[in-house]
């Protein structure tokens, strides 16, 4: 096995990101927009006999007493046919060779459930956090087949808001729009005393990718000519990443969040995206929105947990 240490293009690693359906945390574009907020990155390339059979990206930051903390998030991706002995081996060497400060603690958590990983794979590491769960929406199947997994009273706050005519929803990739939305999120961390990525996160994604439309979408609606709600969705590979969303309380009011991204869901499936990663559910300390992910009918899956 070939490790190469920060790769200079993105073109292998988009490729193999996509086919393997690699989350957001692992993604190039992620990497980049961190990179240009200062955040140190580090990525790993696993090759056999020239072709790509994994790869592993960890963000770097400076912890107290002169340690620094290497986080590979929701990753390493690995290719299926590379049996559970190699990926061992592979986390020791990812480990050991890793180009950051010698005094570190390197963080793995695997994007999969406890059933999928091999207990041979981690031996030699030592689970220090519990799993991430997450809802995963498939825009694979038909959409009459989504739209009947949705839970009764979902589907209910749905039609609502569908025969509300003054209601009007837009999905695209609106730059300015997304500006007022990152405005508002900002406006609203500040009120909750929320934490999160920095909006200006965004904007840097934003800029590395492509063009606007392979980086995001952003689905909204109006209510007699004012914006009541919204809702951003990352582009990466085959998945789009549920970002931020935000309503006032006419939008709440009106179920718009259940319209939009009923319609986002619709749209993304005809550009090929394979499937929607809802985010993080927490029924304890956000009751209200891991009951509205839940409540799509998605997979949900709890990851395995953080490695050391």
């Known amino acids: 096995m070939n490790l190469i240490w920060d790769p200079g293009s993105p073109k292998v690693w988009d490729a193999f990101h996509r086919e393997h359906c690699g989350a957001l945390q692992q993604s190039w574009g992620y990497g980049a927009a961190l990179a240009r907020l200062g955040v140190r990155v580090h990525r790993a390339l696993v090759e056999f006999e020239g072709r790509p059979v994994g790869l592993a990206q960890f963000i ?22 590379l049996d559970a002995e190699a990926r061992r081996a592979l986390y020791r060497r990812l480990r050991a060779e890793l180009p950051a400060p010698r005094l570190r603690v390197t963080l793995f958590s695997p994007d999969r459930t406890a ?23 498939d825009l694979t199947q038909p959409p009459e087949a989504l739209r009947a997994a949705f839970d009764g009273k979902w589907r209910n706050r749905l039609v609502k808001a569908e025969t509300e005519k003054k209601l009007q929803v837009h999905v695209n990739s609106n730059v300015p729009k997304c500006r007022e939305l990152l405005e508002r ?29 392979a980086a995001f979408v ?14 951003l969705f990352l582009l990466h590979g085959s998945v789009a990443t549920y970002h931020i969303g935000w ?16 319609r986002a869901s619709l749209l993304l499936r005809e550009r090929g995206v394979a499937a929607i990663d809802l985010g993080g559910v927490n029924t304890h300390s956000l009751p209200g929105i891991s009951r509205f992910k839940l409540g799509t009918g998605g997979a949900v899956r709890t990851l395995a947990g953080t490695y050391c």
């Open 60 to 81: 770097c930051r400076r912890i107290p007493a002169y340690l620094s903390l290497s986080s590979c998030t929701r990753g390493p991706v690995w290719a299926p046919a």
């Open 218 to 231: 952003i689905a909204r609606a109006d209510f007699e000519g004012k914006t009541v709600a919204a809702m």
């Open 247 to 262: 309503a006032d309380d006419t939008g709440r009011d009106l179920n718009a969040h259940n319209l939009l991204l009923w």
């Open 185 to 213: 999120e900002g406006r609203q961390r500040e009120s909750r005393n929320f934490h999160g990525l920095p909006t200006d996160f965004v904007t840097h994604w934003i800029d590395v990718a492509a063009s606007p439309a």
């Open 115 to 137: 059933a999928e990983l091999v207990p041979v794979e981690v031996a030699g590491l030592r689970r220090v956090m519990t799993g991430y769960s997450t809802v995963m929406l």
